[in-house]
C-alpha cells in the first residue's frame, strides 16, 4: 500500500517539478545571470513573464486615435518604447518563460547578424510561425540553410532579376488600368498593392497567376492575423496537444489547406514538365526547386515537403513585406506631394511614358532615397531575433545559452544620435549622399533588409518592383491623402497600416 502510494506521490509531483523547473528555475537562473551583469529589465512574473503588461500597453495605446506623425515607435510597440526609456540600451524582458534580449548597441548587433561563431541561431519554437514558414530558409541552419539560400540567391539575383521585370512591368500595368476607374474618386490603394505582390511572386518565381494561387494568399492573410492574435497568448507546457483551442484547430487546418494547394501547384509543373510542355521543370524558382528534387545525387534534393516549406516562404515574404512599403511609401508621398512633384520630374525625364527598364530602374536616384526613407520610418520587419546556442561572449557581456535576443529596427531608425533631432520627419534627402553616409559610417543603424549572411535575399527583387510600382504610378497619376484617412500603423508580422491608405487619385 505505502509502496503505491509513493509511486502515486512520484506520478503527480513529476510533472509539477518539470513546471517548476522550466517556469520558475530556468527564469531565476537566467535573470541572475543576466542581472549580474547589469542587463535589467520589468521582473518576470511566474508562467506569463510580462505578456499581460504587453498586451495591457498595446491595447491602452490602441484606444488613443494618433495624429498624422511618423513618431510611430511608442504606438506600434509600447513595450520595447517604454522599457528602453526606463532600463536602457541592452534589456530583458518576459515572453512567457523565454527571456528576450532587447539590443540596440551597433557593435553588438553586429556581433549577432555576422555571427562569425555560430553561436546565434535563428528562433523556430512558435507554433504558429512554424505553420507559416515551415523548416524553411528562414528558420533553417547550417547545410540546410546553404543549399536553400544557394538555391534562392540564384532565383532572386542578377539574371534571374532581370528577366522578372518584364513580369513586374506587366503586373504593374494592369494596376494602373484598373485605377483609371477611380479617376477623381477615393481610392484605398492597399487593396490594389495586395494583389500587385501576390501576382508579382506569383508570376515571377511560380510561373502562375495570381487566381492560380489565390487560395494560397487567403490561406497566408488569414494564418498571418490569427498568428497575429495569438502573439501575446502564453500557454502551458504541452497543452496544445490535450485541450485544442479554436485557433489551434483553425491553424492547422489553414496548415492544411497551404500544404494542399501548394502541391497542386507542384504537380501540375511536374505533369508539364512531363509533358513536354515546359523545359527542365523551368527557369523560375519553382523550376530550380523541382530540378534539385529530381537531382540523381540524394545529397544535393531536396524532399517534396522542402519544396512546399520553400514556396510557402517565398508567397508570404515574397510579397507581404513588398506590399507594406508601398502602402507606406504612397502614403509619404500623398502628404509630402513636393517629394511627389521631384520624384515624378526624375521618372518622366528617365522614361518619358514609356515602360521602365533595367537600366533605368538604377538610375532612379531620388525614386531611391524615398524608398530608403520610408523602409527608415515604417520598416515592414520590427523584430529580427536570434537565439543563444550556448554560452556566448556579446560585447562585453556573457550570456547563458537558450536567451532570445531582439532587435527592433525601429528604434535603430530613430535614434538621434544617427539622424539627428528630426529622425521623426520624412526627409529624404537624408539619403542624398548615399546609405554609408546616411549613417555616419554606423552600418547598424539602419536595418529593414538585416544584415550579414541571413540578410534579406529578396531585397533587389523588392526594389525593382517598389520602383516600377511607382515609377509607373507617377507616370499617370496624382494624389493626396483623403481627409477619410485614419493614421494607425499596427503589426500584423510585418507593420501595416490598420484601415489602409485611402488617397484622391486625379489623370496627370
Ligand atoms: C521591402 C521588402 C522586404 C523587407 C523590408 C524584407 C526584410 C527582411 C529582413 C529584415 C530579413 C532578415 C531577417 C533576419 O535576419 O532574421 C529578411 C529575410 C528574408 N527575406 Fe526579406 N524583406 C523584403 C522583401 C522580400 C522579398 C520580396 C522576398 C522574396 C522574394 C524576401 C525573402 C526573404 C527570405 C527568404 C529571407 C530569409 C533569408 C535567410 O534567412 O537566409 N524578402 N527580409
Known amino acids: ?148 539560400r544557394k538555391l534562392a540567391n540564384h532565383a532572386f539575383h542578377g539574371v534571374s532579376l532581370k528577366v522578372m521585370v518584364p513580369e513586374m512591368i506587366s503586373s504593374a500595368r494592369s494596376m494602373v488600368d484598373r485605377w483609371k476607374n477611380y479617376q477623381g474618386k477615393e481610392m484605398e490603394v492597399c487593396e490594389q498593392f495586395r494583389l500587385l505582390t501576390s501576382e508579382v511572386i506569383s508570376r515571377t518565381a511560380f510561373g502562375s497567376s495570381y487566381l492560380e494561387g489565390i487560395t494560397v494568399f487567403e490561406t497566408l492573410i488569414k494564418l498571418n492575423a490569427l498568428i497575429s492574435r495569438n502573439a501575446f497568448k502564453i500557454r502551458f507546457y504541452g497543452s496544445k496537444k490535450l485541450i485544442q483551442s479554436k485557433d489551434d484547430t483553425e491553424a492547422d487546418r489553414m496548415e492544411q489547406q497551404l500544404h494542399d494547394s501548394i502541391l497542386e501547384i507542384v504537380k501540375k509543373r511536374e505533369a508539364e514538365a512531363s509533358k513536354g510542355q515546359v523545359n527542365d521543370f523551368g527557369n523560375d524558382f519553382l523550376g530550380s526547386l523541382l530540378k534539385v528534387h529530381h537531382h540523381m545525387d540524394p545529397k544535393s534534393q531536396v524532399s517534396v515537403d522542402e519544396i512546399i516549406d520553400e514556396c510557402k516562404t517565398f508567397y508570404f515574404a515574397g510579397h507581404d513585406t513588398t506590399y507594406s512599403s508601398l502602402c507606406w511609401s504612397i502614403l509619404l508621398l500623398g502628404i509630402h506631394t513636393d517629394w511627389q512633384e521631384k520624384a515624378r520630374k526624375e521618372v518622366i525625364q528617365l522614361f518619358g511614358q514609356e515602360n521602365p527598364n533595367s537600366e533605368g530602374l538604377t538610375r532612379l536616384k531620388t525614386v531611391t532615397m524615398i524608398i530608403y526613407e520610408t523602409l527608415r520610418l515604417y520598416s515592414p520587419v520590427t523584430t529580427i531575433t536570434r537565439r543563444t546556442e550556448r554560452k556566448t561572449k556579446l560585447g562585453k557581456y556573457e550570456l547563458p545559452a537558450n536567451v532570445n535576443l531582439l532587435i527592433p529596427p525601429q528604434a535603430l531608425h530613430r535614434n538621434p544620435e544617427t539622424w539627428g533631432q528630426d529622425a521623426h520627419l520624412f526627409k529624404p534627402e537624408r539619403f542624398s549622399q548615399g546609405l554609408a553616409k546616411s549613417t555616419n559610417g554606423n552600418s547598424m543603424a539602419f536595418l529593414p533588409f538585416g544584415s550579414g549572411t541571413r540578410m534579406c535575399v529578396g531585397m533587389n527583387f523588392a526594389f525593382n518592383e517598389a520602383k516600377i510600382a511607382l515609377s509607373m504610378i507617377l507616370q499617370r497619376y496624382k494624389f493626396t491623402i483623403s481627409p477619410n484617412y485614419v493614421h494607425s500603423p499596427h503589426i500584423v508580422l510585418t507593420m501595416q497600416p490598420q484601415h489602409g491608405v485611402q488617397i484622391l487619385l486625379q489623370p496627370l
Open 1 to 148: 500500500m505505502s509502496t503505491l502510494l509513493s509511486i502515486c506521490l512520484l506520478l503527480i509531483s513529476i510533472p509539477s517539478i518539470i513546471i517548476l523547473y522550466k517556469l520558475w528555475w530556468i527564469p531565476f537562473r537566467i535573470r541572475h545571470a543576466l542581472e549580474s551583469q547589469g542587463i535589467k529589465g520589468p521582473p518576470y512574473k511566474f508562467f506569463h513573464g510580462n505578456t499581460k503588461e504587453i498586451i495591457q500597453m498595446k491595447d491602452q495605446i490602441s484606444k488613443t486615435p494618433m495624429d498624422l506623425s511618423h513618431d510611430i515607435f511608442p504606438r506600434s510597440q509600447p513595450h520595447l518604447y517604454s522599457w528602453s526609456k526606463i532600463y536602457g540600451d541592452v534589456f530583458v524582458f518576459w515572453m512567457g518563460a523565454k527571456a528576450f534580449t532587447v539590443v540596440t548597441e551597433p557593435q553588438m548587433i553586429k556581433e549577432i547578424l555576422n555571427n562569425k561563431e555560430g553561436n546565434f541561431s535563428k528562433i523556430n519554437d512558435g507554433d504558429y510561425v512554424k505553420k507559416l514558414f515551415g523548416d524553411g530558409i528562414v528558420v533553417a541552419e547550417g547545410e540546410k540553410w546553404s543549399k536553400l
